[in-house]
């Protein structure tokens, strides 16, 4: 396996992928070109075999240096159950400490409980939101009319590459 930034001829081959990566949900909207051709200090592609399995999207916030936000994750449906999203955040979390960022943060929907827990194991905490479903704290119309959204945080002050590995 080799990480590595993400480059601009990237994209077609993750936006082809992205619906089947997605159990056949519409997710390319999700991910314009923009993206990757311009936070590419802070998105990074794992590739085995000449093949993409896995990436990840983030950048730093222009309006508040010291955080950080995942955009996009997304790992082939093939390569999961190996800590290839696990390796990326570690990978993300330390390219934008290494910036000076503090806390990261990234949204999910609701009905998505593998990233929910996903990001419960990778230390993230929930927001507060303005609902609660299922012990869940939920943001209504966070991006858009009936688009709500679980809102995470984490805190890289106190962590390390070590922390997560055990």
């Given at each position: 396996?080799?990480?590595?930034?993400?480059?601009?001829?990237?994209?077609?081959?993750?936006?082809?992928?992205?619906?089947?990566?997605?159990?056949?949900r519409d997710m390319v909207d999700m991910l314009p070109r923009l993206f990757i051709h311009h936070f590419k200090d802070t998105s990074f592609i794992i590739e085995e075999n000449g093949?993409?399995?896995?990436?990840?999207?983030?950048?730093?916030?222009?309006?508040?240096?010291?955080?950080?936000?995942?955009?996009?994750?997304?790992?082939?449906?093939?390569?999961?159950?190996?800590?290839?999203?696990?390796?990326?955040?570690?990978?993300?979390?330390?390219?934008?400490?290494?910036?000076?960022?503090?806390?990261?943060?990234?949204?999910?929907?609701?009905?998505?409980?593998?990233?929910?827990?996903?990001?419960?194991?990778?230390?993230?905490?929930?927001?507060?939101?303005?609902?609660?479903?299922?012990?869940?704290?939920?943001?209504?119309?966070?991006?858009?009319?009936?688009?709500?959204?679980?809102?995470?945080?984490?805190?890289?002050?106190?962590?390390?590459?070590?922390?997560?590995?055990?």
């Open positions: 396996m080799r990480i590595r930034n993400i480059k601009d001829e990237d994209f077609l081959r993750i936006s082809t992928n992205l619906n089947t990566w997605w159990g056949g093949e993409t399995i896995g990436f990840v999207i983030g950048f730093i916030s222009p309006s508040n240096s010291h955080q950080a936000y995942i955009h996009f994750v997304g790992v082939n449906p093939n390569a999961r159950r190996k800590s290839i999203g696990r390796t990326l955040y570690e990978h993300f979390f330390q390219a934008v400490k290494e910036k000076g960022c503090t806390e990261v943060s990234c949204v999910t929907s609701p009905v998505n409980t593998g990233s929910i827990n996903f990001h419960k194991r990778m230390g993230f905490t929930m927001k507060d939101g303005d609902m609660v479903i299922n012990d869940i704290p939920i943001h209504q119309n966070y991006d858009g009319l009936g688009q709500d959204r679980v809102v995470f945080v984490k805190s890289l002050e106190v962590w390390s590459e070590s922390h997560f590995k055990n």
